[in-house]
């Protein structure tokens, strides 16, 4: 919910000079050990993602009539058929983790995107045309921020019905005016520079100037935010699972399994702690790796 | 904002909570949630009943534990043999609470009775839109139609006349909605301009007193020394809001609350093994079910809802989700019902037969449905959602892929009573213990409109003969033989796959004396007392 | 400065509006109404459903129910709970001092724990300390706090018996609200032991909500002392060979106070987003809690009124710290 808590450059800190050449990013990149092992938990959820029907040693949904509420192996009554134990009605908890984390990237990838593109345009038109349509835009996006964003994205939901796509979209909305607020911020910021006053002078129409000149330009903070927004994402989605108006069962989402084995909390913590863990995880593995790219790529708080 | 707060601190309070003496005896009751207000009328929650109940009398009362309607504050009652008069002699010196906006001056008699009902009643009765105009229980118990006057021959002397003869009339006296408010309290409010109050800050003849109401924290009750039928045992009662259903029993594990209702299935287990607590049960008269949509394909073909009921793992539904709190159902009424009939044989769990079924019907290569799975919890059924992923995964053995569906709770029921759905999960809680009130309101012709309650759009001729005869007849041992014959036919033609009835537990720990289970759900506390 | 003032203060009113706008025409998308969820299993006969519509006003054109809305609102009228029945405002008020209380503690706990850990790890940098505090901040910032709190409430209240589950205070304290505020209530009353009762009861919701805090004030306050320790007069002050004590205490850390204030302050919002979950872990009688029942009901005065007052006090806030911040640094004020 507040990935613009973090010490993100403000996009008035935004790099002003040429772009790095990636292999003097990926030095700096490499030099934070932090970065480097939020990139390696990342591939490995990624790869439990692609692979999860060979890695997962059951179906996601398969139930076992036989096996409520196992503990896991270590435990007495656990075995290693399953390995962190099964929930309320017999599913293995491992493999459900395994096949949510497909979920949960694609949630975290899917809202960065849509949040990105559109806020980006939003936030281009309203550095770029100004007047009323900018005002408008702004004074829309400084409403969505006022709102807790929890609240905001509860009503959506509540409006689309519950479920996977409409939580994702709501996030998207929710978490909008930051983007848009550092691509303004960065046209406004770029469009008196001289290679954007000698583009328009050589003639360059509008629409060029803000994807050709000015959107390379403001990359890098974008990027950064990105990064930060998915483990936002992440955790807005999980949070509406948890309130039960995320993910629908069985899906197996983090944050909807969390809500699941929530009265269970006295009786089995397996079926609670782990799928918080992985979340946890998860969103701290995207957070290093925004720590490390805005160290990488911002060279004023490189020192 | 003078009145800072919801927090209805009443009376002289203040003085005396400072000063609870010693060794006084409180009951702390973890209720699930806050009362919507203290005007039962208008409102259709538990919840909100047992908080006003403790505080108002009834002209009748049911028998605490019982259906048995017994006297309050009618003595006696005489009713005509045309069953259409009903005269109640009240009873005499009973004392209103006080509170500091208020001291009565005069004892209970018939002018509050006829006031608590016009209220209801009468649209020009200037308390009729105060609070909400939406009195529900005396509309949805057929009040308006069924009253034709009500008239007071003394101060202490009543009759109600009735359009037509109505057996459960005495019952519905007994119900939450009829409490009897005070006229002269209503009076002096309504001249303050404070008419809410009367519903906020209520004064009643009950056996306990309301000293706080924090919303979302505490509702604080006191024994009222003067109540007719002599001061409650406890001293003073609270029921502490805690919504959480695993947070109430932490709670009533660490002495920290005596009562609590809506035990988690899941945790029944430790609760019958903790020494210091008393689990009480009692089969609740309800019903879950899973309902098929017979006007729609595939389940219009009576194979194939067979098929289904053959399909889903019933234990495994009764084991996981339902646990120790509920009973494989086979027919649409409680066993503990009168007519039940035990000879009937439950579909087996035989997904085997299930296939060879639907083959049958010519769905060899499977089919696919929706589910429908209430958002809510029920009182018959603990977690909807739960129990229709249990019946995908069963359903996905025998080809049959079903999406589970659910919508917001009274979009969901009202879809369902349209009939949009092909399968969904529903349920009903009886009100006054006759089979008609399931096997016809349920499930009879009448209801299988668009907009009924049958949902499973179900209109069998033969059945609904039986039921429709039924209703009419007098003799009960006739009766009884209609409805087991309408069991029958309803299991052959498997218009539901019949869940479960949950049961009613009710852990107390073991200092609470002489805690009693009421068959309609409901909490009361006068009576009860701490060792 | 009157005008900046004024150019802020005129900004929150376009704002102000858009929020009645989307609380009122937002919740009416939502489908369902109050009545049909109201009536459980039974559903409601047709023509009484319609009758009590025309009573709540919900039979009228959209914008005319807005201008009723708008017109009552301009007299400080935000309606009724639909399910309660009660004035919004009153509920409000009786909830909102559990929230306020719950969120100044969570946010007093990331000041007394946050700042020093800041301090520390700032004037220490790179060291295996440093490393340690950043790290933790970092997991602090990605904690879903809503398991946060289930698995403190698993070890605390549950494993080692020390805190309570839930609520406020216990039941057999009985405070009468003078504030609101308990932790003050518990002391005016004379009742012994209250006032431990309910500081049992808000430290762990306390510490649940203010991890997010926590995390990001340490953060703050490392990096802007190391921005302060990095500027001239820093290495003036220690060239003058004044004690390590003072220079950390009176220049660098006020001036990297104002900073870390700011985004206190501007977080708000986020701190209600928070509120939200802990509330509904820990059933903490506050706003969070209520506003989440009223969705769940489809109860729209609630949902209107609560949705514009948080936007109020959000906003209040925001310009208050806007204020503040342009009054200490005046070039904010004449760069707008």
């Known amino acids: 919910m507040s990935a613009e808590l973090l010490d993100t450059p403000s996009a008035s800190a935004a790099p002003a000079g040429p772009p790095h050449p990636l292999a003097e990013f990926w030095t700096s990149f490499r030099a934070n050990k932090g970065a480097v092992i939020g990139l390696a938990l990342i591939v490995a959820v990624l790869l439990m993602a692609v692979f999860a029907d060979v890695v997962a040693p059951h179906p996601p949904n398969l139930t076992n009539d036989a096996a409520f509420l196992k503990p896991p192996f270590w435990q007495e009554g656990g075995s290693l058929t399953y390995p962190l134990g099964t929930d309320a009605i017999g599913r293995d908890i491992l493999s459900r983790l395994i096949y949510g984390a497909r979920l949960s990237l694609s949630i975290g990838i899917a809202v960065v995107t849509v949040s990105i593109l559109v806020g980006t345009m939003l936030g281009l038109i309203a550095g770029f045309v100004g007047g009323a349509t900018g005002i408008v835009i702004m004074r829309v996006m400084d409403i969505i921020l006022t709102l807790p964003s929890l609240l905001l994205a509860i009503v959506i939901v509540a409006i689309l019905g519950p479920g996977l796509m409409n939580a994702m979209l709501a996030v998207a909305v929710v978490v909008l005016p930051h983007y848009v607020r550092i691509a303004r911020a960065a046209v406004i910021g770029e469009k008196s520079k001289d290679y954007v006053t000698a583009a328009r002078v050589g003639g360059a129409g509008p629409l060029r100037l803000m994807v050709g000149e000015v959107l390379p330009n403001c990359a890098a903070p974008l990027i950064v935010q990105a990064s930060l927004g998915v483990s936002t994402a992440i955790l807005d989605a999980a949070?509406?699972?948890?309130?039960?108006?995320?993910?629908?069962?069985?899906?197996?989402?983090?944050?909807?399994?969390?809500?699941?084995a929530r009265e269970f909390v006295l009786r089995a913590w397996w079926v609670v702690t782990f799928p918080g863990l992985v979340i946890l995880i998860t969103v701290l593995a995207f957070n290093l790796v925004g720590d490390g790219l805005r160290d990488a790529l911002d060279p004023k708080l490189k020192r | 904002m003078k009145r800072a707060s919801l927090a209805v601190v009443l009376g002289a309070a203040t003085a005396l909570a400072a000063s609870l003496p010693a060794g006084a005896k409180t009951l702390v009751y973890c209720s699930e949630g806050s009362p919507e207000n203290f005007y039962p009328a208008v409102n259709t929650t538990g919840t909100s009943f047992d908080a006003s109940s403790q505080i108002y009398s009834n002209i009748v009362n049911f028998e605490r534990g019982t259906t048995n309607v017994v006297p309050d504050l009618a003595e006696t009652w005489d009713i005509t043999p045309d069953g259409k008069t009903y005269t109640f002699h009240l009873r005499k010196g009973v004392k209103?609470?006080?509170?500091?906006?208020?001291?009565?001056?005069?004892?209970?008699?018939?002018?509050?009775v006829i006031f608590s009902f016009e209220r209801q009643w009468k649209e020009n009765n200037p308390f009729f839109r105060v609070t909400s105009s939406n009195h529900t229980y005396f509309n949805d118990m057929g009040l308006p139609k069924l009253l034709a006057s009500l008239d007071k021959i003394d101060d202490y002397t009543i009759r109600f006349t009735l359009t037509q003869p109505e057996a459960p009339f005495l019952a519905d006296l007994a119900m939450p909605f009829a409490a009897i408010q005070s006229k002269e309290y209503a009076d002096a409010m309504m001249k303050a301009g404070t008419p809410d109050k009367l519903d906020q800050e209520p004064i009643g003849t009950g056996p306990f007193y309301l000293l706080q109401y924090q919303k979302d924290a505490i509702v604080r009750y006191r024994a009222f020394p003067q109540y007719y039928a002599g001061k409650a045992a406890l001293d003073d009662l609270v029921f502490a809001i805690t919504p959480d259903a695993s947070v109430r029993w932490a709670k009533l594990q660490k002495g920290e609350c005596h009562v609590m209702p809506y035990p988690n299935p899941a945790d029944i287990d430790a609760m019958r093994k903790d020494p210091n607590v008393q689990v009480l049960e009692q089969p609740?008269?309800?019903?879950?079910?899973?309902?098929y949509n017979t006007k729609r394909k595939p389940f219009d073909d009576v194979r194939v809802r067979k098929a289904l009921n053959m399909a889903i793992n019933k234990k495994a539904i009764i084991d996981a989700v339902y646990l120790s709190t509920g009973v494989a159902a086979k027919n649409p009424i409680p066993p503990t019902m009168w007519s039940y009939n035990d000879a009937i044989k439950d579909d087996p769990y035989d997904p085997e037969g299930a296939k060879k079924l639907l083959a049958e019907a010519?769905?060899?290569?499977?089919?696919?449905?929706?589910?429908?799975?209430?958002?809510?919890?029920?009182?018959?059924?603990?977690?909807?959602?739960?129990?229709?992923?249990?019946?995908?995964?069963?359903?996905?053995?025998?080809?049959?892929?079903?999406?589970?569906?659910?919508?917001?709770?009274?979009?969901?029921?009202?879809?369902?009573?349209?009939?949009?759905?092909?399968?969904?999960?529903?349920?009903?809680?009886?009100?006054?213990?006759?089979?008609?009130?399931?096997?016809?309101?349920?499930?009879?012709?009448?209801?299988?409109?668009?907009?009924?309650?049958?949902?499973?759009?179900?209109?069998?001729?033969?059945?609904?003969?039986?039921?429709?005869?039924?209703?009419?007849?007098?003799d009960k041992a006739e009766r009884t033989k209609l409805y087991e014959q309408a069991q029958v036919v309803f299991k052959e033609q498997a218009p539901w796959f019949t869940i479960a009835h949950a049961v009613q537990l009710k852990p107390v720990r073991k200092e609470v004396v002489d805690f009693k289970l009421s068959p309609f759900g409901r909490h009361t506390f006068y009576g009860v007392s701490l060792k | 400065?009157?005008?900046?003032?004024?150019?802020?203060?005129?900004?929150?009113?376009?704002?102000?509006?858009?929020?009645?706008?989307?609380?009122?025409?937002?919740?009416?998308?939502?489908?369902?109404?109050?009545?049909?969820?109201?009536?459980?299993?039974?559903?409601?006969?047709?023509?009484?459903?319609?009758?009590?519509?025309?009573?709540?006003?919900?039979?009228?054109?959209?914008?005319?129910?807005?201008?009723?809305y708008l017109e009552r609102l301009a007299h400080g009228d935000l309606g009724r709970s639909i399910s309660t029945k009660e004035p919004v405002i009153s509920e409000f008020a009786s909830l909102f001092p559990a929230t306020v209380e719950l969120g100044v503690c969570a946010i007093l706990f990331a000041l007394l724990v946050g700042l020093p850990a800041g301090i520390l790890a700032a004037l220490r940098r790179n060291s295996v300390f440093d490393h340690g505090v950043m790290g933790l901040s970092l997991t602090g910032y990605s904690m879903p706090i809503f398991w946060w709190g289930l698995l403190l409430i698993l070890l605390f209240s549950v494993q080692l018996g020390w805190t309570p589950v839930s609520g406020r205070i216990d039941v057999q304290y009985f405070i009468e609200p003078v504030?609101?505020?308990?932790?003050?209530?518990?002391?005016?009353?004379?009742?012994?032991g209250a006032f431990r009762s309910a500081l049992s009861h808000l430290v762990l919701p306390a510490i649940v909500l203010g991890t997010v805090p926590l995390a990001v004030i340490a953060r703050m306050t490392r990096s802007a002392m190391l921005e302060v320790l990095g500027e001239d007069y820093m290495r003036t002050a220690r060239a003058k060979g004044l004690p390590a004590w003072r220079i950390v205490g009176l220049h660098a850390l006020r001036n990297a106070l104002i900073p870390v204030v700011t985004v206190i302050g501007l977080q708000v919002g986020v701190l209600f987003t928070g509120a939200i979950l802990t509330e509904t872990i820990f059933s903490w009688p506050g706003i969070g809690k209520w506003l989440i029942e009223a969705i769940g009901r489809r109860d729209y005065p609630v949902l209107q009124g609560g949705i514009l007052l948080i936007g109020a006090v959000v906003m209040a806030v925001n310009l208050i710290v806007d204020l503040a911040y342009g009054l200490v640094n005046p070039r904010i004020r004449h760069a707008r």
Not at chain 2, 96 to 112: E, I, L, M, Q
Not at chain 3, 17 to 22: D, E, Q
Not at chain 3, 179 to 192: A, C, Q, V
Request: hydrophobic share 40%; with cysteine.
């Open chain 3, 179 to 192: 504030t609101g505020f308990l932790l003050i209530d518990t002391l005016l009353s004379d009742e012994s």
């Open chain 2, 284 to 291: 609740g008269l309800n019903i879950g079910y899973l309902a």
């Open chain 3, 1 to 68: 400065m009157l005008r900046f003032l004024l150019t802020r203060a005129s900004l929150v009113i376009p704002t102000f509006l858009g929020i009645t706008l989307v609380a009122f025409f937002l919740i009416r998308l939502v489908p369902g109404d109050p009545i049909e969820t109201m009536a459980g299993e039974r559903g409601i006969d047709p023509a009484r459903h319609a009758a009590l519509r025309t009573e709540y006003g919900f039979d009228k054109p959209l914008l005319v129910q807005y201008g009723i």
């Open chain 1, 239 to 260: 949070a509406l699972g948890f309130l039960g108006l995320g993910a629908q069962p069985p899906a197996p989402e983090w944050g909807t399994m969390l809500a699941d």
């Open chain 2, 362 to 474: 010519g769905f060899a290569n499977g089919l696919t449905t929706d589910l429908w799975a209430m958002p809510v919890q029920r009182p018959y059924n603990p977690n909807a959602r739960r129990i229709a992923e249990l019946m995908q995964a069963d359903l996905a053995k025998v080809g049959v892929k079903a999406e589970i569906k659910s919508y917001e709770w009274g979009e969901y029921r009202k879809r369902v009573q349209d009939g949009e759905h092909q399968t969904a999960m529903l349920g009903w809680t009886g009100d006054n213990g006759d089979p008609d009130n399931f096997l016809h309101t349920l499930l009879g012709c009448a209801a299988a409109e668009k907009g009924g309650g049958n949902t499973a759009k179900w209109c069998d001729k033969t059945y609904d003969d039986l039921v429709t005869k039924a209703k009419t007849i007098t």
């Open chain 2, 96 to 112: 209103w609470h006080s509170n500091k906006v208020f001291k009565p001056t005069r004892d209970f008699n018939a002018d509050d």
